[in-house]
């Protein structure tokens, strides 16, 4: 006997059912955003942090009692979050129009700024890969009007992918072909690169779709076909299990695709998710940000590690 999936959960493929549990429901855990953005997770501390990026301001969710605090205001309309591999935070500043990374004192240390001279559009979403290098896209979401930002000039004339070198703190551009680079996310063991392109909210049928890219040793990449492509919305942010398969944030929620391509299922949202990440004390909770709130639903799956 199958126990069905509680309606948080739409099935369509078969393999789905070993990603979701029964009687398991998404759980609403704040509301009170204009636009929430950029989880990410301190397993030290067992909290969240996240954007609400029109409102200007970082929030704090607590998972030892439930409560939502602002973490951060103002905030320099911060966008994407990630977690580096000594546990600081590092951030995706529009206002700042720059990467910047908090000190374990508080302190602010900007790490990209500037590309040839010129400064970075505003930049989105970032990750860490196991080598300490910093992956953001720089689309120009942040510089199109004042609503998440500033409204100002696009110096760089382009939207691109850049790397951060661990060592040397040089800027690269690794990818240019983008109309609107956003989400970003490695494979499990960092031999490939998924980005997601937004280009549509920009150029009519313009690109709503994942891209992926195969990366070498020195951080180029290569390849870049299209992974999936969203039917509802836009694939914005997005996160990879353990088993390779990709959680990407859409207009009705979340979907789940197989590292095959394959659409497996999808976690229902009432609202357009932004983005998402995996947290809990076994990396088996997904955080999702909807629009105006955050939600939660647990999996029987884990976010990969670096």
């Known amino acids: 006997m199958v126990i069905e999936l509680t309606p948080s959960f739409e099935v369509i493929d078969p393999r789905f059912r070993e990603l979701a549990l029964p009687h398991v429901h998404v759980e609403k855990l704040y509301t009170g955003c204009r636009w929430a953005e950029g989880p990410a997770w301190f397993a030290a501390g067992r909290y969240l942090v996240w954007s609400d990026i029109p409102n200007d301001r970082m929030l704090r969710w607590d998972e030892t009692d ?69 992956w953001f896209t ?53 031999s490939l690169l998924y980005i997601a392109d937004t280009g549509a909210t920009h150029v ?16 180029r990449l290569t390849g870049g076909e299209v992974f999936a492509t969203c039917p509802v919305g836009v694939y914005d942010g997005f996160r990879v299990d353990v088993r390779g398969n990709l959680w990407l944030s859409a207009g009705d929620g979340v979907h789940c695709h197989a590292s095959d391509g394959a659409l497996l299922g999808k976690v229902l949202i009432p609202e357009t ?13 997904l955080f999702i940000c909807g629009t105006t709130s955050l939600y939660a639903v647990y999996l029987n799956t884990r976010g990969a590690g670096r």
Not at 155 to 181: H, M, S
Not at 205 to 218: A, I, L, M, Q, W
Not at 273 to 285: E, H, L, M, Q, Y
């Open 66 to 134: 439930g409560s939502v605090s602002v973490f951060r205001q103002p905030a320099r309309n911060t966008n994407g979050h990630t977690v580096d591999l000594e546990g600081r935070l590092v951030s995706c500043e529009h206002r700042g129009r720059c990467i910047s990374r908090t000190e374990h004192d508080g302190s602010r240390t900007v790490l990209a700024s500037h590309f040839e001279g010129k400064r970075l559009n505003s930049p989105n979403d970032v990750v860490v890969k196991s080598d300490g290098s910093v």
């Open 138 to 190: 720089d689309p120009s979401y942040g510089i199109d009007s004042d609503y998440e930002g500033d409204a100002s000039p696009n110096e760089q004339g382009a939207q691109r992918v850049y790397r951060v070198d661990p060592a040397a703190g040089a800027l690269t551009a690794v990818a240019d072909d983008f109309v609107q680079p956003n989400g970003l996310a490695f494979s499990p063991d960092e």
């Open 204 to 219: 009519k049928d313009g690109p709503h779709h994942v891209r992926k890219f195969r990366v070498d040793d020195n951080g």
């Open 273 to 285: 998710v932004s983005n998402v990440c995996f947290g809990g004390a076994k990396r088996n909770r």
